[in-house]
């Protein structure tokens, strides 16, 4: 599918972005039922240029375009693949990537899973589950029935604000999604992964550049301005699927 072809590309400004943006700013009132920062964090939504983009478009979040985005720079999303989405709420991902791999016209499949509750994604099977359940790396291989061609990581813990934790925590998660990928991924493979910059990556990128034949760092405009988070993106899987290193 072209970029410029697809519902939703990534390519172009969104809406508000050019003359008169500030002229559409959304003022939220302070309300005793809201804290402080849960009033900024809807304000930041209602003056949100890719929220409401998403909403436009039909897509569950922003979270969209930021896998659009990455596709359209790097394409590894292809027509008939299988592929795995953790932590795919409210499955915006799951969205994009049906697209993509054409599940509409019965080809190619996505399988889901968060801890969250997901409402039904057409052409895309969900579960409601925690990732880090011991029994899920088995339920989702037997809903596979088969080898994936990418398994993509939108996963993220809830924050502490303590800095040094949290990347710790994000490492854990992609860890984690990383060992799954070794068990499910076929040759050719894709293994896409969120991370935060000044995270302890360096053993993670280290695995990765050995089993990938290429590893990109990619950080999509729809990401947030202020967020430290970045994708890092591997193709080329050349390790044997479940094989040791």
Request: charged fraction near 30%; charge should be positive; proline fraction near 5%.
């Amino acid at each position: 599918m072209s970029a410029g072809d697809r519902k939703g590309s990534g390519g172009g400004k969104p809406p508000g972005a050019g003359r008169g943006a500030r002229d559409l700013k959304v003022e939220v009132k302070r309300s005793r039922k809201l804290s402080h920062s849960s009033q900024l964090w809807l304000r930041r939504q209602l003056n949100d240029p890719y929220v409401k983009r998403a909403k436009e478009a039909g897509y569950r979040s922003r979270a969209a375009f930021k896998l659009s985005e990455m596709d359209d720079k790097v394409k590894f999303l292809r027509p008939g693949q299988r592929l795995i989405d953790l932590g795919c709420a409210p499955g915006g991902w799951c969205q994009v990537a049906g697209e993509r791999i054409g599940v509409k016209s019965g080809k190619g499949k996505v399988i889901g899973i968060d801890l969250l509750r997901v409402d039904p994604v057409p052409g895309a099977e969900i579960i409601q589950m925690d990732f880090m359940d011991e029994a899920a790396p088995q339920r989702l291989k037997d809903m596979l029935d088969g080898p994936a061609d990418g398994v993509m990581s939108d996963m993220a813990a809830n924050t502490t604000g303590h800095k040094k934790t949290d990347h710790l925590k994000i490492i854990g998660l992609a860890e984690a999604a990383l060992d799954f990928a070794h068990e499910v991924l076929s040759p050719g493979g894709f293994f896409l992964v969120k991370l935060f910059q000044g995270g302890e990556s360096a053993a993670l990128l280290s695995e990765l550049k050995r089993d990938f034949t290429t590893v990109r760092n990619l950080k999509p405009s729809a990401s947030r301005a202020d967020s430290s988070e970045l994708y890092v993106l591997a193709t080329g899987y050349r390790r044997e699927r479940g094989g040791q290193p």
